[in-house]
């Protein structure tokens, strides 16, 4: 962990949905301001996916407030409760849905601070991702679009530990943050949680698993299916370091560069469409900074340039997986 | 008249005389070469601006558009800081890095700043009011848009949501008869904007726009009734954009009769007419007029005289 702090009295085996949950309640007992927003989020239904459940139980229908279908309109809205002083928690019922509130997110909320000072701290919670069969609509990994807006924070936690920290710090930030959540890790992933305050710094990586051979930069549910293929590559004795940058605006160049500069390789991994992704914005990073130091092109492995597919052969074939990175790690180690 | 009805529109003939002189003297800027980028009109809409913000309290906010300068002088903010901000100079509101009367935002003085997106400061004003309505405060959010904002679906969200929520928000349409050059009757298969809103569930008046007993009366209804917990209320103030959309625009698509017909519904002329026949002598009225004048020319001579924003500052401030 960051910051010092440790996992006293951890809750062990919680969920990756559970922290997101835990981390509402804390923050929400803690700070009167914070209020969650969204499409069918208050209790006794909890969400689409329940992670408001526990937090509607215990705050009510006045802190945990059901919208109407209208994101821009309650998009809009958290920006004028947040100006106002409030920290809004806006739930999107699936990332893909947040186009329909984008001009009160990349327009209003991203620029204001800029443009005439004001604060406008929201969270908009983003359950994102794919792997789990659920087509065009349901599966995305939109980052990219919000990296791309100045004024925006970018978060993506991959462990339950990491979920329930960025988010508390996520909820006190300053500015508006996109906080990417991976579906497929909800319920799937289990690991210790605090109890108590401990927030992890945005802005900073975590090394997920030393190695000497060669770079591994991703973040979300990519992460686990790296550390997974370096397990497997330790066995043909190469060595792989896994970087998990955990917020992708701002991000952590130092630990990326530090490790390429060691390693002399580097592989971007994410979910999301390769194609003027979050990657290539690192990548072109690695090869501008570490030119002397490379002893291989950087490479990069990304959901394919077409709408994230629906029937299994097709999604797999989309997405990057731990036998996807192994082999393009091998390729780069064989250069 | 009472006297404190006097005053009160003494007190708005000098805030629309001084929107008018400030509006004359950017255009003068702009005729003359000396102008930054693009700016916008304002003739025609000062009883609006001026009326609505002249409701409001000093806790209330207010979220105006790019026809709302009286709204940013009753607020307080000055005519050399909005003059500056016009010139893209480092005193003006926003230092330079938002374009005329784009980004016009002060906290300080309960004023949001509006991006070009209309109607995007609606709900924006809405989740103020929610604010408020939150944490018990009888406060009240004010909004603006036009008749082209009024047709967009978040015009409806917006309307929506603060009826479900009984939001503390008073939203004043300004039917200006064009969305930039296309007249209502080409964008709005129903053109009765108080009946949309009806629809939504928002209570909703006509109103002159360029009366400005009218603004002060229904507009400080439509507040009082939000203090009170009786929810939104749209106020459609009708009225004429006198000029082109923005600096640029000629406006040749406006058939001259229909501004020869509101040139005499003039709402500067009118309220002079108003506060003339009640008695106040000529000479009041001209000494408020010479009075504004020189706050115009002094605006535009600090404006003139303020430094450019330093380059080196471009990345600061994305970052709360």
Known sequence: ?335 | MPTDNADRLLSAYRWMQLTRTLDEAIHTLWLTGKGVGGTFNQRGHEAISVGAAMCLQPDDVVAPMHRDLGAYLVRGITPRRIMAQQLGRATGVSGGRDANIHGCGDLDFGVIGFISHLPQSLPVAVGAAMAFQHRDEPRVALTFTGDGGAITGLFSESLNLAALEGAPVVIVVEENQYAYSTPIAAHSANTDIAARARAAGVEAVDIDGNDIEAVLTNVAAAVGSAREGEGPTVVVAHTMRMLGHAIHDGAEYVPAELLTDWERRDPVDAIRTILEEAGHPAHQLDEIDSSTRAEADDAVEFALASPWPDPSTVENGVWA
């Open chain 1, 1 to 335: 962990m960051t910051d010092g702090s440790s996992l006293d009295d951890p809750r062990s085996e919680r969920t990756y949905l559970e922290a997101i949950s835990d981390a509402l309640v804390f923050e929400m007992s803690r700070d009167e301001n914070v209020v969650l927003m969204g499409e069918d989020i208050a209790a006794p239904f909890g969400g689409a996916f329940k992670v408001t459940k526990s937090a509607g139980e215990k705050f009510g229908s006045d802190r945990v407030r059901n919208t109407p279908m209208s994101e821009s309109a309650f998009i809009g809205a958290a920006n004028g409760m947040a100006l106002m002083g409030m920290r809004p928690v806006v739930e999107v019922q699936f990332a893909d849905f947040v186009t329909t509130g984008f001009d009160s997110i990349v327009q209003f909320a991203a620029t204001t601070h800029y443009r005439w000072g004001a604060k406008v701290p929201w969270v908009i919670r983003a359950p994102a991702d794919g792997g789990l069969r659920s087509g065009p609509f349901h599966s995305q990994n939109p980052e990219a679009w919000f990296v791309h807006s100045p004024g925006l924070k970018v978060v993506a936690p991959s462990t339950p530990t990491d979920a329930y920290g960025l988010l508390l710090s996520s909820i006190r930030d300053d500015n508006p943050v996109i906080f990417m959540e991976s579906k497929p890790l909800y319920r799937s992933l289990r690991g210790p949680v605090p109890t108590g305050d401990h927030p992890i710094s945005l802005g900073l990586a975590d090394v997920a698993r030393p190695g000497r051979d060669c770079t591994v930069i991703t973040y979300g549910a990519m992460r686990h299916q790296a550390t997974t293929a370096a397990e497997q590559l330790a066995g043909e004795g190469i060595e792989i370091e896994v970087i998990d940058l955990r917020t992708l605006k701002p991000l952590d160049l130092t630990t990326v560069l530090e490790s390429v500069a060691r390693t002399s390789r580097a592989l971007v991994v994410h979910a999301a469409n390769r194609l003027a992704g979050v990657g290539a914005e690192v990548a072109a990073v690695i090869a501008d900074e570490c030119f002397g130091h490379l002893d291989a092109p950087v490479r990069r492995l990304g959901g394919l340039d077409v709408p994230v597919p629906f029937s299994p052969p097709l999604e797999d074939a989309y997405r990057p997986d731990s036998d996807k990175i192994a082999q393009a790690c091998r390729d780069l180690c064989a250069w």
